[in-house]
């Protein structure tokens, strides 16, 4: 490898100097270890700028370095954002997307990850695509790999949820801007007339003589439906964090499903899409389902069943022993949920037996190295259960009662 790169390089660069900016790349990757870059974020950091540069000078002489750094980045840091960021790079790239197919399945392994490189993909700098194409490249690894999703992880990673909530938050918003504009603009017309204005039932419920935080009077104008006598900021007027450049779109699992055209496993895809199951037998057989017929299930609709983790446990049945217990007992509890939650089974009074579980998972060298964690996680689980031992003896009997 170093004889064929030493034969393509050229002036001002040499072997020598070609390593040294390898060695700049990683250094400059590892240190999201320290802070990690905010990739999502449309205004770019100097350190994002910095390795774009960087990538942009190796990648001439040497691809395939860049993606197993970001395997490397994926594996041995642990830092996803960063090897999710170093793909989508490589998928712009005319020189490295050659070697995604061989490298793609290895550090792209959550359907979170499959997600989020699309959604970067989609706004890395100089792209040669526009809107939501995707390159080709991209395109049959990222086909290739929802194949080895469970129902478990889709179901999990699954962003349906949030997106129709976030829907619903925003039409209710616009709906009250639209109510308080209206109603700022009736105490306009009520003031230019000589008259009292009304009171407006705004955020705060601020009178429109002076006007409050939300449905401020047309007298003076707020921050909310501003009135027009003195004005202020237009209701209507674009807020910097709202504005189109710095939403953050979220990228679902059904809008890839259909932009990718993936068809199997059909179970899994009309799950997602939402579809109905099957009313007859001969649909059934129509659909490409595996499996047998279930007519109790014909004609409803399909959905994907909702994952047993430490946090729907903990929502549905509480904040209890029995609760954690039950976690362990069913090995639901990962490393990185047992170790935020010490303080909470402490105080929850799990048995000796679950106690000391935990205990031999801390004083586990392998089980801590595998884990992935960053080392300040565990100064911060040390910090947490700081607890007077008297007193929580005290708290776990009252609770026991």
């Not at 705060?204 to 104008?221: D, E, M, S, T």
């Not at 509480?318 to 039950?326: L, Q």
């Amino acid at each position: 490898m170093e004889k064929k790169i030493e034969k393509t390089l050229t002036e001002p660069f040499g072997i020598a100097e070609f390593n040294a900016l390898k060695k700049k790349f990683i250094n400059l990757v590892s240190a999201s270890l320290i802070q990690e870059p905010k990739f999502n974020d449309n205004s770019q950091s100097n350190i994002t700028h910095s390795i774009i540069k960087l990538f942009n000078s190796i990648a001439q002489f040497d691809p395939e370095f860049i993606i197993k750094l970001a395997l490397y980045t994926r594996d041995d840091l642990g830092i996803r954002s960063t090897s999710n960021f170093l793909c989508a790079l490589i998928s712009n790239d005319k020189r490295c997307s050659p070697f995604l197919k061989k490298y793609f399945n290895s550090f792209i392994r959550l359907p979170s990850d499959w997600l989020d490189v699309v959604a970067l993909a989609q706004k890395v700098p100089n792209r040669t695509l526009t809107k939501r194409a995707l390159p080709t490249a991209l395109r049959k690894v990222l086909q290739n790999k929802f194949h080895e999703f469970d129902s478990y992880q889709l179901g999990k990673y699954s962003r349906e949820g949030k997106v129709k909530r976030k829907a619903r938050k925003e039409k209710l918003r616009l709906k009250k801007l639209e109510k308080l504009e209206l109603e700022a603009k009736q105490n306009a017309a009520l003031l230019s007339r000589g008259e009292t204005p009304l009171p407006i039932r705004g955020r705060g419920g601020r009178g429109a003589a002076r006007g409050g935080r939300g449905g401020r009077g047309a007298a003076r104008g707020g921050r909310g439906g501003r009135g027009a006598a003195r004005g202020g900021i237009g209701s209507n007027s674009t807020n910097e964090n709202n504005s189109p450049e710095n939403k953050q779109e979220i990228i679902t699992m059904k809008q890839m499903i259909r932009q990718l055209h993936i068809a199997k496993p059909v179970g899994h895809i009309m799950a997602i899409l939402g579809k109905k199951y099957p009313a007859t037998i001969d649909e059934f057989f129509k659909s490409g389902l595996s499996g047998e017929f279930d007519s109790s299930r014909a004609g409803k609709r399909m959905r994907l069943p909702i994952p047993e983790t430490w946090e729907t446990l903990v929502s549905a049945q509480g904040n209890k022993s029995t609760t954690w217990e039950t976690l362990i007992d069913h090995r639901k509890l990962p490393f990185m949920a047992m170790l935020r939650n010490l303080r909470n089974m402490i105080l929850a009074g799990i048995s000796i037996k679950h106690h000391n579980w935990v205990l031999s998972k801390l004083r586990d060298e392998k089980t801590i190295a595998n884990s992935r964690q960053f080392p300040f996680r565990f100064f911060s689980a040390f910090e947490a259960i700081k607890i007077d031992l008297i007193e929580l003896v005290k708290s776990i009997e009252e609770a026991k009662k």
